[in-house]
């Protein structure tokens, strides 16, 4: 296999993107994804790979035009590998086009957590993991393409999410959901302040309630994150610092 992909990585990526578009198993979905990855970085190495980086986020982006064809979990399938895409090709992509990637992913979000809920409709909890997923690789490699609002509006998501009484036979959401709160904790730092204690209260009822351990692992990681950097705020503010430690104690003994 590393020898095929050193000589044929160009044309492995070409045969896996017009397969990934009409793949509907999500575990297929995830190997082909893990395989053009393997591509990427083999170009990566090589001091190449940029027009094919491009390439390839343009294919994905057109393909969405069209997303009354796609299933939703390939639309899903989509935002995951952007994620890749964004982690393994971040000297590859520009910000006006990762912009465009990010305006997708926080439309889907509003799309279901918003407008869904206003109609009485159930969101579609499979495409708002593959959504903050995809915000994930934002964050990680692009967070200046990310302004003060989107973050705010980001936090604001990621708080409903991790509400203990929203019903999800899978765990694909608040998986997504508390790795990019344990991973990107200080970039929402003004927001965990003023607004930490229902936060911290979903997650200390989540980690009571549920039965998954790799679940139970993400919200301990999450946790850790959150109170981490609470703590840290409280000492450069004495006055409401105080008050938070009390809340702190009762919540988490």
Same mark, same amino acid.
């Given at each position: 296999?590393?020898?095929?992909?050193? /000589?044929? &990585? @160009?044309?492995?990526? =070409?045969?896996?993107?017009?397969?990934?578009?009409?793949?509907?198993?999500?575990?297929? *979905? +995830?190997?082909?994804?893990?395989?053009?990855?393997?591509?990427?970085?083999?170009?990566?190495?090589?001091?190449?790979?940029? /027009?094919? &980086? @491009?390439?390839?986020? =343009?294919?994905?982006?057109?393909?969405?035009?069209?997303?009354?064809?796609?299933?939703? *979990? +390939?639309?899903?399938?989509?935002?995951?590998?952007?994620?890749?895409?964004?982690?393994?090709?971040?000297?590859?992509?520009?910000?006006?086009? @990762?912009?465009?990637?990010?305006?997708?992913?926080?439309?889907?979000?509003?799309?279901?957590?918003?407008?869904?809920?206003?109609?009485?409709?159930?969101?579609?909890?499979?495409?708002?993991?593959?959504?903050?997923?995809?915000?994930?690789?934002?964050?990680?490699?692009?967070?200046?393409?990310v302004t003060k609002t989107s973050l705010q509006e980001i936090f604001r998501y990621l708080v409903l999410c991790c509400n203990p009484n929203v019903e999800a036979k899978r765990?694909?959401?608040?998986?997504?959901?508390?790795?990019?709160?344990?991973?990107?904790?200080?970039?929402?730092?003004?927001?965990?302040?003023?607004?930490?204690?229902?936060?911290?209260?979903?997650?200390?009822?989540?980690?009571?309630?549920?039965?998954?351990?790799?679940?139970?692992?993400?919200?301990?990681?999450?946790?850790?994150?959150?109170?981490?950097?609470?703590?840290?705020?409280?000492?450069?503010?004495?006055?409401?610092?105080?008050?938070?430690?009390?809340?702190?104690?009762?919540?988490?003994?």
């Open positions: 296999k590393k020898m095929f992909l050193d /000589e044929h &990585a @160009v044309y492995v990526i =070409d045969q896996c993107s017009a397969l990934y578009l009409k793949i509907e198993s999500k575990a297929n *979905t +995830v190997s082909v994804a893990n395989l053009i990855q393997d591509c990427l970085k083999k170009l990566h190495e090589r001091g190449g790979g940029y /027009e094919k &980086a @491009v390439e390839l986020s =343009d294919l994905l982006f057109k393909s969405l035009s069209n997303k009354q064809r796609l299933s939703i *979990t +390939v639309i899903d399938a989509i935002c995951t590998l952007m994620q890749t895409l964004f982690d393994t090709a971040a000297p590859m992509l520009d910000n006006e086009r @990762v912009s465009r990637w990010h305006g997708f992913f926080m439309h889907n979000l509003k799309s279901e957590m918003v407008t869904k809920g206003q109609k009485k409709k159930p969101p579609d909890l499979q495409l708002i993991a593959g959504s903050f997923s995809g915000i994930n690789g934002v964050l990680s490699s692009f967070s200046d393409v765990h694909a959401m608040q998986t997504a959901v508390l790795t990019l709160l344990a991973e990107h904790t200080p970039k929402f730092r003004e927001h965990l302040y003023k607004d930490n204690a229902k936060l911290l209260d979903f997650l200390v009822k989540m980690l009571g309630t549920v039965k998954n351990a790799s679940l139970k692992n993400s919200i301990c990681k999450a946790l850790s994150a959150l109170v981490h950097e609470i703590s840290s705020e409280m000492t450069r503010n004495e006055e409401e610092g105080a008050s938070l430690f009390q809340h702190y104690l009762g919540t988490l003994v």
